[in-house]
């Protein structure tokens, strides 16, 4: 075969480190070569390698042996806790951004352009008149009231759109890995999947600048998923500049583990919130001890960073601070927060179906060539239509911060929201509020734009809860001696319920049936609120919607955009077979692709790995008794290298995997016994098929090989158990950008 052949099959696609001569180095078991985007990394490799080095650094003799582990842990630490202070800083100054982009939208501060509505009002008493900040019909000194309406409304649309538009110019042309939430993409990272270019320092950039211009057009999405892709970034640059991460996958992603908690943290002010978060959603395959640990440093770090920068000009990390009148609540309440518990799981399903079909629908029509165009239309309409109701036309932040309040007549009254007289009309456009965002976001969720999806689902749920609350004081004030409120004062002047409370129910209700989270989602939420006295109830309400969301589908917002997307992550669940066994979940030997021992040539070996994309071939002699699995990494620098140091090299050499095969006409075979796996799992095929799936979640392996006397009889990879576990899922791999092998 033709050694230009051979080269362009090596170097176009893969990429091999040459040593200063131009020469590939020698073969050594020891050594992997790069993995490509889109694979699975080696587990059990990589593991073996962290062992292998740790082990090396204790074994230095004198100083050296005390002093080079310590420095080893040092640099992980380093990783860490500037990781932390790197994502509290942008974080702060991210909300610093949106909170002023976002007020642009309505006016300006009449001493300073760029200060924002809080800034520029600091000081003044609850409830007080702000003269400062003026509307730019104020500012452009227009009297007609209807010229007045017409032009904030032209400048509050236009400026959406500007800020929509520019974010998806941004993500479209420069990083298209910056759109979306993110949290994914980094579960699958932290599984195993391989996709670093999903963290670079572009996209980082875009990521970053793209979500402030996002979240400040008023686009139903939230700042906090994608600040968990912001700190892996961070972490994963960091990371780079040290040998011991650079060189194993396993590392790595301990540290970006970390960095996603800290993410969470500066997402929400929620330190611990971020430690459960990492532990319970992303699923990481690393010590739990080690990721709790070193997560809990990163998100404490990044929440002092957080709070020493103060975005929120409060001198508090608590991002919505409640304060409610009692902190006692009553038996007959349970019946309105289980109500929003339902009602949460079945919106919250209803929500996901509908961003799974729209997804969809864009991929498949004329909007998947016009990304741009689309963003542009959607938040022109979501402007538009926020600006006709009062409770959507301000920032979500803003709408969740007042929804979480109570009613105080020492501050100011929200639109009206305290108003006795205007219940039925604040329930109405309460529950229009919710569901209009329901639908804006269903559709927001997934364009080219970076967006979370937190906080738009803690809106839609604060609002429906806010309702609730004024509905069940309603009946109260109504009734007040009724047997329902009898553990109430009999004078309905006298506050006994609390809707402000019943947003937070509200909330966490909705993200409950969002995201299926639970334990992380209860602390979230408390830290977020300050509202621990108050614990228990959002327990109950978290409780019931996950349940009633199970009952509808069983996966949340993530898992299924992982589906959709076909990235190699193994659920957690709790797989029960219905008699099956490995021989139904294998492929068989008849329709796998394998390298024969003594028989197969280096030039039938290039053709193979040309023509197929699989990550690796099982190896059998002439008698189909397995001889080891080879991976197509390991192959090809084997063959590059015999290729580059033999100058008599020849692709009628017959590749040899055993020892007993060189013996025979040495000269004349390749020895590439070095490239088989050191370890393989190998099982029989009448094995349970629950076993085979749980050791894929437990140990995580690239495949297992099913033999029976020695002889093989099939395999299974973890594409094919990933599929059986989203096998009940409709429309799983439909948004595929390229087929796992």
């Known amino acids: 075969m033709p050694t230009d052949h051979t080269s362009t099959l090596f170097h176009d696609g893969e990429q091999y480190e040459l040593t200063e001569d131009g020469r590939l180095p020698p073969f050594t078991p020891a050594r992997k070569p790069k993995y490509k985007d889109g694979s699975s990394i080696d587990w059990l490799h990589e593991e073996a390698a962290e062992r292998e080095r740790d082990h090396a650094l204790h074994s230095q003799a004198g100083v050296r042996g005390a002093l080079l582990p310590a420095i080893e842990s040092a640099r992980m630490w380093v990783v860490v806790i500037v990781t932390g202070m790197g994502i509290g800083m942008a974080g702060a100054w991210l909300d610093v951004l949106v909170k002023w982009l976002g007020d642009l939208r309505e006016g300006r501060c009449s001493y300073g352009f760029f200060y924002n509505s809080v800034a520029c009002c600091s000081g003044l008493d609850p409830g007080e008149v702000c003269k400062e900040w003026e509307t730019w019909s104020d500012y452009l000194h227009i009297k007609s009231v209807f010229a007045h309406s017409l032009l904030q409304a032209f400048v509050y649309v236009a400026l959406a759109i500007a800020f929509a538009g520019a974010a998806a110019l941004l993500v479209v042309n420069y990083a298209p890995y910056a759109f979306h939430t993110g949290i994914p993409e980094i579960k699958a990272i932290l599984g195993g999947y391989v996709f670093d270019s999903f963290l670079t320092p572009w996209t980082l950039l875009i990521k970053a600048l793209g979500l402030a211009l996002a ?21 994963y640059l960091v990371s780079r500049l040290f040998k011991q991460f650079r060189h194993n996958e396993a590392s790595k992603r301990r540290v970006l583990a970390a960095a996603a908690a800290a993410g969470v943290s500066v997402a929400f002010g929620s330190p611990l919130g971020g430690v459960l978060f990492g532990l319970e959603e992303l699923d990481t395959f690393a010590n739990e001890t080690d990721v709790m640990w070193r997560g809990f440093v990163a998100s404490a770090v990044a929440a002092v960073a957080l709070q020493w920068v103060n975005p929120f000009g409060t001198a508090k990390l608590v991002l919505f601070q409640v304060t409610f009148v ?66 959507a ?52 969720f997934g364009m080219s734009i970076p967006a979370g999806i937190f906080l738009p689902t803690i809106a839609i749920g604060a609002c429906l809860g806010r309702a609730m609350g004024l509905i069940t004081q309603s009946l109260y004030r109504a009734h007040p001696t009724a047997w329902m409120f009898l553990s109430c004062p009999p004078d309905p002047s006298v506050r006994c319920i609390s809707p402000g409370f019943y947003a937070v129910i509200g909330a966490s209700a909705m993200l409950g049936g969002v995201t299926r989270m639970t334990i992380s989602l209860v602390v979230i939420l408390f830290e977020l609120t300050g509202a621990l006295s108050h614990v228990l109830p959002i327990m109950i309400s978290v409780m019931t919607s996950k349940w009633v969301g199970d009952a509808l589908g069983k996966d949340g917002i993530y898992a299924v955009w992982i589906a959709m997307r076909r990235y190699p992550w193994l659920p957690p669940v709790d797989y029960r077979d219905k008699g099956e066994t490995g021989a139904t979940l294998m492929k068989p030997l008849a329709s796998l692709f394998v390298i024969e021992d003594g028989k197969t040539t280096v030039k039938e070996m290039i053709q193979l790995l040309e023509k197929h994309d699989f990550h690796g071939f099982p190896v059998v002699d002439r008698h189909n008794e397995f001889v080891g699995y080879a991976t197509r990494e390991e192959l090809q620098l084997a063959i590059s290298t015999a290729l580059l140091s033999e100058e008599a090299f020849t692709s009628r050499r017959i590749c040899t995997f055993s020892q007993n095969q060189l013996r025979i006409h040495a000269d004349e075979r390749l020895d590439l016994s070095e490239t088989l796996e050191q370890a393989v799992i190998q099982l029989r095929k009448e094995v349970p098929q629950e076993l085979v799936v749980k050791m894929f979640q437990k140990l995580n392996p690239r495949q297992i090989v099913f033999t029976h006397a020695g002889k093989l009889t099939g395999m299974v990879t973890k594409t094919d158990v990933v599929a059986l576990l989203t096998s009940h899922f409709p429309h799983a791999a439909a948004l595929a950008e390229r087929s796992e092998s």
């Open 393 to 444: 036309r301000v920032q979500t932040s803003e709408l969740v911060a007042n929804l979480f309040q109570e009613c105080d007549p020492t501050k100011g009254d929200y639109h009206g929201l305290c108003n006795p007289t205007a219940t039925r009309q604040n329930i109405f456009l309460l529950i229009l509020t919710a569901l209009m965002k329901m639908v804006l976001t269903s559709w927001t």
């Open 215 to 235: 979240v400040a057009s008023g686009l139903s999405l939230g700042k906090e998923g994608p600040l968990v892709h912001v700190s892996c970034c961070m972490a």
């Open 326 to 391: 009692d902190d006692t609540w009553r038996a007959f309440e349970l019946i309105p927060w289980i109500t929003l518990g339902v009602i949460g799981g079945v919106l919250g399903s209803l929500l996901i179906r509908l961003n799974v079909e729209i997804a969809i629908f864009r991929r498949q029509s004329v909007l998947a060539d016009w990304p741009i165009l689309e963003v542009i239309s959607i938040s022109a309409f979501t402007a538009a239509m926020s600006y006709l109701v009062v409770f």
